[in-house]
Nanobody
Framework: QVQLVESGGGLVQAGGSLRLSCAAS????????MGWFRQAPGKERNFVAA????????YYADSVKGRFTISRDNARNTLYLQMNSLKPEDTALYYC?????????????????WGQGTQVTVSS
């Protein structure tokens, strides 16, 4: 089992940047492909980005492609999401998640472990 704790959320103006972190503990972090999801009030949880175990492979939702970058540091057991050119529609609770299934996964059902979320609010 792996425990996940997100941090780095906050309030930022449109056009600004934030970097989210997800600290992992428990079983070996490097075994797990990882993902970021987000959920706005009254809406379903949506895929944002995913990364393979090694960090070589990444995949993004169209809505964030070119603005967000997912990365990981397996030596530090930490996942990151660099968010640039933020828009008000990026406002949501952001979750990191780990999957026991190899490869890039975009569906939330494929993920086994979740953090508690960190709030990102982008003002216009």
């Amino acid at each position: 089992q792996v425990q996940l704790v997100e941090s780095g959320g906050g309030l930022v103006q449109a056009g600004g940047s934030l970097r989210l972190s997800c600290a992992a503990s428990g079983r070996t972090f490097s075994r797990y492909p990882m993902g970021w999801f987000r959920q706005a009030p009254g809406k379903e949880r949506n895929f944002v980005a995913a990364i393979t175990q090694s960090g070589v492979g990444t995949y993004y939702a169209d809505s964030v492609k070119g603005r967000f970058t997912i990365s990981r540091d397996n030596a530090r057991n930490t996942l990151y999401l660099q968010m640039n050119s933020l828009k008000p529609e990026d406002t949501a609770l952001y979750y990191c998640a780990a999957t026991s299934t190899l490869g890039i996964k975009t569906g939330s059902d494929a993920y086994d472990y979740w953090g508690q979320g960190t709030q990102v609010t982008v003002s216009s």
